[in-house]
């Protein structure tokens, strides 16, 4: 049988219903941050996806360019 010294630790562990209600929406707040923020991430890759084709481009209009006309 758990002595009083350890029933009121025990007692102080738990949480209440509120605390732990509290804690999901906390959960749940965090995913959808997390959520918001991969989203963010996703589309700024594909910009600079897009960003970086158009760099190439421009580097291959101006190699053209530059070494079309020597031919």
Same mark, same amino acid.
């Given at each position: 049988?758990?002595? !009083? ?21 906390? $959960?749940?707040?965090? !995913? ?6 991969? $989203? ?12 970086? $084709? ?18």
């Amino acid at each position: 049988m758990p002595s !009083q010294s350890e029933d009121i630790n025990i007692k102080e562990n738990l949480w209440n219903s509120n605390e732990i209600k509290e804690l999901i929406e906390y $959960a749940r707040h965090l !995913q959808e941050e997390n959520e918001d923020l991969q $989203a963010k991430m996703i589309m700024m890759q594909a910009k600079l996806t897009n960003e970086e $084709a158009k760099v190439r481009q421009m580097n291959n209009a101006i190699k053209q360019m530059i070494y079309g006309e020597r031919n």
